[in-house]
């Protein structure tokens, strides 16, 4: 392989160059300003929000839950539901999304939409309520 053919390789296979997230919201139509995301950031647990963008194109912005909101929802599944846990996951995805440029994402759109999105968000709004994976927990703690 020459080395152009190699450099053209590269090019394609590595990431883009990181980009601002809030210069890359003030390209979408309808995205909240920088002082909405502050003020929900005052709302929110852990104050943290993240933007989340599987392609460019569709954007979602999104927060954690609180123990208590978890709870609720928890309860809120019917004890005879098929997958317990799906139909929590659709509940907390469609609570944390504070906003997105596909409009409305309550828990009917979830299901409708592509079927790795729900778990998706899930795994963003999970690390946002400080639910961690083994490797996250021993890379963040220490032994005394």
Known sequence: MSETQNTEQVKQTSRPAPVDPFEFLAAIPGA?????????????????????????????????????????????????????????????CAAAILWSNMGQMDEMTLKAGPAGLPESLWTIIQNLSDFYDPVQLYNLSAEL
């Open 32 to 92: 909240p300003s920088r002082q909405k995301i502050e003020a929900w950031k005052q709302e929110v647990p852990g104050g943290r929000v993240q933007l989340f963008s599987p392609d460019g194109k569709r954007v979602f912005i999104l927060r954690g839950v609180s123990g208590l909101e978890m709870a609720k929802f928890q309860n809120e599944i019917p004890k005879n539901a098929s997958n317990p846990e799906w139909e929590l996951q659709l509940k907390v």
